[in-house]
């Protein structure tokens, strides 16, 4: 039986350090298409990544400003990668880019796409209040590494990697706090609501397609669960 899907897109996925990458693009979209015409539905929640730090930083180089401030500049990379991402996929996306995940989603198109709200909400955040609205109890979050690890593994090169594990053990890895820029596997505001919503998220590689592919179709997948 098709499905329906929320999967939270990293920007740093769409737009790595060297610029827009065109290929994993050309690779998402006959992803989608082929699952889509089999009767499946995606809602698309876009992150800012990569663009959204570059913007931030620049922008601090220059001047003192307000968190408010940097929140909106990475709410607004979030808006472009999400219209990007509408253009390549044209009329098979709702003409619409849901920017208030609060609201009723009402559409006929199969394949919906989503961006950061407001300030003090990541796109994971986003991502879990539209999962509830939908009544989807598992969000996908398609980040640039495998797994979630129990601490930084740029920085520490014990860091282990987790497979499986609890809300109330993740939240103690990421804290409690949210800021703009935060590179997170799953952010902290977000943890707390998909944990009071009884949620399940898995974190895996979103450049590795056949992977989520096989997580789409309950197989075996490389990744982190939490729940």
């Known amino acids: 039986m098709a499905k329906s ?8 996925i ?9 290929a994993y693009l050309k690779k998402l979209k006959t992803f989608i298409t082929s699952r889509i ?14 663009t959204a730090r570059l913007y931030q930083s620049a922008a601090r180089q220059v001047s003192r400003f307000s968190q408010k401030d ?3 500049l990475g709410i607004s990379a979030t808006r472009l990668n999400a219209r990007l991402i509408k253009t390549i996929f044209g009329d098979v996306a709702d ?8 609201k009723k989603i009402k559409t006929s198109k199969r394949l919906v796409l ?6 003090g909400w990541s796109t994971d955040y986003v991502a879990v209040l539209m999962a509830k609205q939908l009544s989807i109890k598992t969000v996908i ?9 129990d601490k930084d593994p740029r920085k520490f090169p014990e860091a282990k990697k987790l497979g499986q594990i609890t809300w109330p053990e993740f939240r103690k890895i990421v804290g409690s706090k949210w800021r703009p820029g935060l590179s997170a596997p799953f952010d902290p505001i977000a943890s707390r609501a998909a944990q009071k919503n009884g949620m399940k998220v898995i974190i895996m590689n979103g450049r590795n397609l056949t992977n ?13 669960t939490i729940s």
């Open 5 to 12: 899907y929320v999967l939270s897109l990293g920007g740093s």
């Open 14 to 22: 769409i737009v790595p350090a060297g610029g827009i990458d065109v």
């Open 37 to 50: 015409k089999t009767g499946s539905r995606f809602y698309l929640v876009i992150g800012g990544g990569t």
């Open 70 to 72: 940097s929140d909106w």
């Open 95 to 102: 003409e619409n880019i849901i920017i208030d995940p609060t």
């Open 114 to 119: 989503a961006a950061g709200y407001k300030p």
């Open 141 to 149: 979050n398609l980040s640039n590494v495998d797994f979630a690890y």
């Open 212 to 224: 989520l592919g096989n997580c789409l179709q309950g197989q075996k997948y490389k990744g982190t």
